[in-house]
Structures are given as structure tokens and as C-alpha cells.
């Protein structure tokens, strides 16, 4: 499956299940490719290669608004720009918070690129951290997202399930 293919495709479950429930579903928002100046920027404030996997969901999106229940998967800009707002990261995950690149304002519950873990091929593992200290790792970007893909298909096809019971 293609990048963008996988992405539009977790755009899309998010959507059906989303529309299962009350409160109105916010569509999320791709943004345009990212720029080679916006990429190299990125490697500058990693001060490392931009992980594979991760430069080709920029390459395809650079950013999605209300990407994860809610959460934006934030832009290269956005990440650079933003280090404010991720610095509430540093003293619980400080080998995480300067690539935080989904997160939750109200809480610590995030996903970023653990840039300690960097391989010869230059992909690095993706960690979901939560606030109640909670972990779970992806060896690559590309598998979290195959990942996300998949739990987001199996709540929507519960939530299906379930409604389908209750019209019984």
C-alpha cells in the first residue's frame, strides 16, 4: 500500500467510525507535500535525517489537522516552529519532546519519533506515551500508521456491530 493510500485510508476509517456518535465529526485537514526547504529545516533541528518512513507521509502530507481523535499530526513547520508548545514534553519525555508529532494539548498523551533510536537505514522507533506513564513502540513511522490503520477498522467495525445489535 501506498502512503498515501494507508494515510487516506485512516482518514477515511477515522471518519466511519466518527460518524457512529453524537457529536459532529470534524473532518481532518491534509496539508500540501512538504517543501525540500521545510525538510531540510527539520534535519537541521534534529540535527539528524528526517526518518524514512516519516519524510514519505510529509512527502505525501506535510501535516493532517484532526488526524487522531482529534489530534493533528503536526508539519514539519509545526514542529519546528512549535517547540514552545512541546516543552511541556521535556520534563517527562526529555528524549522525546523535540519530536513530538502528535499531541494532545490538554494532556501528555502523544506520539513522537524517538530520534535516540536511529538505524543505519535512518528510521528510528515511534512511541505513544500517555500521562499515566504508559508505552507502546512501532520499530518504523510506517508500521505505527499500519497500525493505526488497523485498530481504527476494528473500532469502527465494533461500533457497526454494536449499532447493528441494537436495531435487533
Do not use: C
Not at 512538504?34 to 505525501?60: F, G, K, M
Not at 482529534?70 to 511541556?88: M, T, V, W, Y
Not at 520534563?91 to 494532545?104: N, Q
Not at 533510536?117 to 520499530?139: A, K, L
Amino acid at each position: 500500500m501506498t502512503m498515501k493510500d494507508l494515510l487516506d485510508n485512516i482518514i477515511r476509517a477515522s471518519a466511519e467510525r466518527d460518524a457512529f456518535f453524537s457529536a459532529p465529526h470534524i473532518p481532518a485537514v491534509p496539508g500540501s507535500p512538504v517543501t525540500p526547504v521545510d525538510v531540510a529545516a527539520l534535519q537541521a533541528y534534529w540535527r539528524q535525517p528526517v526518518p524514512p518512513s516519516y519524510r514519505e507521509a510529509l512527502e505525501v502530507y506535510d501535516g493532517i489537522q484532526e488526524f487522531w481523535v482529534g489530534r493533528p499530526l503536526l508539519s514539519a513547520k509545526q514542529l519546528i516552529d512549535g517547540e514552545d508548545e512541546a516543552e511541556g514534553f521535556e520534563e517527562p519525555f526529555p528524549s522525546l519532546w523535540r519530536a513530538v508529532v502528535i499531541r494532545d494539548e490538554d494532556s501528555y498523551d502523544a506520539i513522537a519519533l524517538d530520534l535516540g533510536t536511529r538505524r543505519e537505514d535512518d528510521e528510528v522507533e515511534v512511541v505513544q506515551v500517555s500521562s499515566d506513564g504508559e508505552e507502546r513502540r512501532w520499530p518504523t513511522f510506517r508500521e505505527y500508521l499500519e497500525s493505526l490503520l488497523e485498530d481504527t477498522m476494528k473500532e469502527r467495525d465494533r461500533e457497526a456491530a454494536d449499532r447493528a445489535n441494537l436495531e435487533d
